[in-house]
């Protein structure tokens, strides 16, 4: 089980950091993705990470706004997002690598938790 969490209403310009708890023993040998998804639009893959945190992936989009990483620790993986515009509103998601060797690939994760709100606006 996959909870996001930590959205919310933020000025453009501003920042949020999401929070992604997971519920189980396995969580730290799993590569972890975020994704988002606007009113009428499909899901969008933002950013990976592997199991160690060693290794990142970002899409253009985000690239240089965002930041994730993780404490395996704590069960939690986090998006750091800085400089937020309103074309990022959308709810986001958290979801585990399943399957496959593609990060940007939506249909190899799995374990999709609930997602939380971010609005972007003045």
């Known amino acids: 089980q996959l909870q996001a969490s930590g959205g919310g209403l933020v000025q453009p310009g501003g920042s949020l950091r999401l929070s992604c708890a997971a519920s189980?023993?396995?969580?730290?040998?799993?590569?972890m993705g975020w994704f988002r998804q606007a009113p009428g639009k499909e899901r969008e893959f933002l950013a990976a990470?592997?199991?160690?945190?060693?290794?990142?992936y970002y899409a253009d989009s985000v690239k240089g706004r965002f930041t994730i990483s993780r404490d395996n620790a704590k069960n939690t993986v986090y998006l750091q997002m800085n400089g937020l515009k309103p074309e990022d509103t959308a709810a986001y998601y958290c979801?585990?690598?399943?399957?496959?060797?593609?990060?940007?690939?939506?249909?190899?994760?799995?374990?999709w938790g609930q997602g939380t709100q971010v609005t972007v606006s003045s």
């Open positions: 979801a585990a690598h399943l399957r496959g060797s593609t990060w940007t690939r939506i249909a190899e994760y799995g374990y």
């Open positions: 189980g023993r396995a969580f730290s040998t799993y590569e």
């Open positions: 990470i592997s199991w160690s945190g060693g290794n990142t």
